[in-house]
């Protein structure tokens, strides 16, 4: 399962994740970056890279959280 930014991120943009992604995967989406799930390879380099602990496995996304699974595939049309 691919990884999911979430809400904090929003504003905050810290780019630790895009630097550390070994497959280049995580793209500027306008107020926060987004994870292309069919690129990523669910490595969880960005997880302890995100300095407001956004990223989250697909299926460990927090309650509440779960529209971002629903953005993040509709931003990259799948």
């Avoid at 306008?30 to 669910?42: A, H, K, S, W």
């Avoid at 380099?45 to 959280?65: K, L, T």
């Amino acid at each position: 399962m691919p990884h999911v930014i979430t809400s904090p991120c929003i504003g905050t943009k810290d780019q630790a994740c895009t630097e550390v992604c070994p497959v280049e995967c995580i793209y500027d989406a306008g107020e926060m970056f987004l994870i292309q799930p069919d690129e990523c390879i669910d490595c969880g380099a960005c997880v302890p890279a995100c300095p407001v602990s956004a990223i989250f496995p697909e299926e460990d996304v927090p309650a509440g959280e779960e529209e971002y699974i629903v953005k993040n595939r509709a931003f990259f049309g799948l």
